[in-house]
């Protein structure tokens, strides 16, 4: 097992090499995985495209649903929203779909993989919506909400592909948003006449006009190697941990031919340059970790959304496994209801994983003693060190990505504050020891 004082020292020499390896390692599956399954709450319903927040202890998804199957030919996606008091137990509120098409708009064909965030007062949510169901068609739209269920659709799409872009050219879909300091974020699918399917970002400061448009995450070859039919990268989600960006996206692979689909779920980060984006080296799940997604002809893992709660870095996301082939047999996991395609229950479905900050203190207690008369308190956002080794101490205080927020010399006693949110590492050094100990600051 590697200190964390080891483990820093690793952080500045890759870092200062150019690279930035450190990601969250292990996301754990929840126990009774799925969360969500096909048709829970409304008989018919598959269940797509969570998006999740948390507000005065209580969890909100968003997510795209369709009534009456998956072929009932009169029937559009829409967007529903569930509540939950723990992230894993969840109830349609209300009951009917908060968003939905309207014919004669610009959104007449569905509206769907919706994202939100609370920013200026109110609630944004930015989707997938298109006339006809092809994603050559795809744009992306803007609602704004004060409670959440009751949503006001802008008069027109905010995003469209872009023909001088040609890396976002044809494509433009699936958006994931965040709040940085008082900008917002958009990161979204973008395809084009050239390379990869790829995730591209723009900013505004009002919700509805972006510029700095910016292509960021693209396909790891070295983990998803060329030859292998890997299409690209879809579906994006980020969040905000300390200064880090971490984007969450999906990873898309032609099978059997042309058969589109999203097969893995995979993690990269950015600091203080969007610029420069690090993939992790391991896909976080793929769909063969799942009975409900192991297929490998119509199955996919996709949709990933991240929530940093307290202590956990949890992930949501779904998937399917309708058919699969092996040799001249096909497995078909679905049945009809007169002209409607139907997949069975537990073969469409939501689920959830978590990554836990282990040793983690929030908080110490007056007599907790760290190293050598050295003791380190800190909550929430405020700290004291006080040591009774003679001489001079250095404080340094690091995010788990090796950035430094603070370094300060100091005698005996040393009160601090940090504007920082996530973990950080804590060290003392004095002429004789070095403590360490790992926080989260909120």
């Not at 369709?66 to 509120?93: A, C, F, K, M």
Request: hydrophobic share 35%.
């Amino acid at each position: 097992m590697r200190t964390v004082a080891t483990i820093l020292a690793l952080m500045v020499t890759l870092e200062s090499s150019g690279q930035n390896p450190t990601f969250f390692p292990t996301f754990t599956p929840y126990s009774q995985n799925p969360i969500i399954n096909y048709g829970d709450e409304l008989f018919g319903h598959p269940w797509n495209d969570p998006t999740v927040l948390k507000e005065n202890d209580q969890y909100i998804m968003y997510t795209s649903g369709v009534e009456g199957g998956l072929t009932h030919p009169n029937d559009t996606i829409s967007i529903y929203r569930w509540l939950s008091d723990d992230g894993y137990d969840w109830s349609l509120n209300p009951t009917d779909p908060v968003l939905e098409s309207v014919a004669g708009t610009y959104y007449s064909g569905g509206i769907e993989t919706p994202t939100v965030v609370f920013y200026k007062g109110e609630y944004h949510m930015y989707n997938t919506v298109y006339t006809q169901n092809t994603p050559f068609d795809f744009k992306i739209s803007h609602a704004t909400s004060r409670d959440g269920i009751a949503w006001q659709m802008d008069p027109g799409f905010v995003l469209e592909p872009t023909a001088n872009l040609d890396w976002m050219s044809q494509i433009t879909a699936e958006p994931g948003v965040m709040v940085n300091q008082d900008t917002l974020y958009l990161f979204f699918t973008a395809a084009g006449t050239v390379g990869f399917q790829s995730i591209g970002l723009v900013r505004s400061t009002d919700g509805r006009s972006f510029i700095d448009t910016t292509q960021t995450a693209t396909l790891p070859t070295d983990v998803y190697p060329n030859g292998n039919n890997y299409a690209g990268l879809s579906t994006p989600s980020p969040v905000m941990v300390g200064d880090t960006i971490y984007l969450f996206t999906d990873v898309a692979q032609f099978v059997f031919g042309d058969n589109w689909m999203q097969v893995a779920l995979h993690q990269f980060k950015s600091f203080s340059d969007i610029n420069t984006w690090y993939p992790d080296t391991d896909p976080i799940h793929t769909r063969s970790d799942f009975s409900w997604t192991n297929g490998n002809f119509n199955a996919e893992i996709r949709s990933i959304t991240p929530l940093m709660d307290g202590e956990r870095l949890r992930v949501w996301y779904a998937g399917h496994n309708i058919s699969s082939i092996v040799q001249n047999d096909t497995t078909n996991n679905v049945y009809f209801i007169d002209d409607e395609l139907h997949v069975e229950r537990d073969f469409w479905a939501i689920g959830t994983s978590e990554f836990l900050f282990d040793n983690v203190v929030t908080g110490i207690d007056e007599n907790a003693v760290t190293h050598h008369d050295t003791a380190i308190r800190y909550y929430q956002n405020q700290g004291t060190i006080t040591t009774k080794q003679p001489g001079a101490a250095l404080l340094k205080i690091h995010t788990l990505d090796g950035q430094l927020l603070l370094k300060e010399r100091f005698t005996s006693r040393l009160d601090f504050e940090l504007d920082y949110r996530g973990l950080i590492v804590i060290s003392v050094i004095t002429d004789d020891a070095v403590s360490t100990r790992k926080y989260y600051s909120f």
